[in-house]
């Protein structure tokens, strides 16, 4: 009969050979097999730079979502995903200037870095003279952020006309704070009593231990080409929780953004005229543009809750004196044309189609200007 001592020395050595087995596993996933046979994402690093949170200056890499997206980036000096490596702040007699701002939308790593909408807009006014376009933005940023980015990165480039692309995310996220990797280095509003009351500056971004585990290879190949989160897991055991009626309409909970429509409204019209002024302050032109409710096109619906936020949008443009371009009609006009739809299946942002459809759209508002 084997001895107590002998079978816990047997334990132990099991013990000790499943974990050192694990860990030559893992180091293998994590040196080759999701580095070189099933490369995850590459995913640029952050910085925080003038107040700003933007990325970490040259980088590149392919942004990958499962096998549908394999888009190369590239990172400028000033943080910025740009084909332009730099964005000099002198300016060049007969060359136009336009900023664009926003959030992941304008930032476009879903597509090849030189494919976004701005690339759109600047072959089609190439024609008519030289043109920069200088790209402003980063995943996750809502309006509120974009009053930062123009005053402290914009105004210095003194670029002749910005345009800031708003999506529906922008509204509360402005107001709320909402849990992400950097959302407190984001400028909110605080308001009360159904106005605007300060902004709360940001906070400095700085990155920790978690930072450096997002950035393995294993969580890039996880996290961020197939997408697999926590809440992901819990949503397909359970089902997805939902708080109130009304449900998810341009990827936003709308029915939990417009119960705080007075807050929404006081947001909007509060940002909307900083822009007007940050504008005018260089005497630059501004446009606002808006994404549509692509999933009501496609369903052939007129009564989306989303849409509620580009008439308040629409709205808030046209009490500042600032131009307004709402998208949801050109993209419902080439929809009835074409049928082909403007986003990935792995991914809600704008596709290729949809960028081209966008800029011209953009190209032609800023003609009337």
């Not at 190949?221 to 819990?234: G, I, M, N």
Request: aromatic share 10%; proline share 5%; net charge positive.
């Amino acid at each position: 009969m084997e001895k107590p001592r002998s079978r816990l020395r047997n334990g132990l050595i099991n013990l000790g050979v499943s974990l050192a087995s694990l860990l030559v596993f893992l180091a293998f996933c994590e040196l080759v097999l999701f580095r070189y046979v099933l490369p995850g994402s590459d995913v640029p690093h952050n910085d925080f730079v003038n107040e700003v949170v933007r990325y970490a200056p040259n980088q590149s890499g392919v942004w990958r979502v499962r096998d549908e997206i394999a888009a190369p980036f590239s990172i400028n000096v000033k943080g910025w995903n740009s084909p332009l490596q730099d964005y000099p702040r002198e300016r060049v007699a007969g060359r136009r200037r336009i900023a664009f701002v926003g959030d992941s939308f304008v930032e476009a790593l879903q597509v090849p870095v030189s494919r976004s909408f701005v690339e759109t807009v600047q072959a089609g006014l190439s024609g008519s003279g030289p043109v920069e376009t200088y790209r402003f933005a980063i995943a996750g940023a809502p309006f509120s952020q974009y009053l930062q980015m123009i005053e402290r990165e914009v105004l210095a480039t003194r670029p002749d006309q910005i345009v800031v692309l708003f999506v529906h995310n922008d509204f509360d996220e402005s107001f709320v704070f909402r849990p992400g990797r950097y959302t407190s280095s984001f400028l909110k509003l605080k308001i009360e009593d159904g106005k605007v009351t300060s902004e709360i500056p940001p906070q400095p971004w700085r990155p920790g231990a978690v930072e450096w585990l997002r950035q393995s290879a294993t969580a890039r190949y996880f996290l961020y080409r197939w997408q697999v989160r926590p809440q992901a897991l819990v949503d397909a055991i359970f089902g997805p929780a939902r708080a109130q009626e009304g449900g998810y309409a341009a990827n936003v909970d709308i029915a939990s953004v417009l119960a705080r429509e007075a807050d929404v409204r006081a947001a909007t019209d509060y940002v909307v005229k900083r822009l007007a002024e940050q504008a005018r302050s260089i005497g630059a032109k501004l446009l606002i543009a808006m994404d549509g409710d692509r999933g009501a096109i496609y369903a052939g619906r007129q009564d989306s809750l989303a849409l509620k936020l580009n008439r308040i949008a629409a709205e808030a443009a046209q009490r500042a004196g600032v131009s307004f371009l709402d998208l949801q009609p050109v993209f419902a006009a080439d929809w009835a044309q074409n049928h082909q739809r403007f986003e990935f299946a792995a991914d809600a942002h704008w596709n290729e189609r949809a960028h081209a459809i966008a800029g011209a759209a953009i190209l032609a508002a800023l003609a009337k200007q």
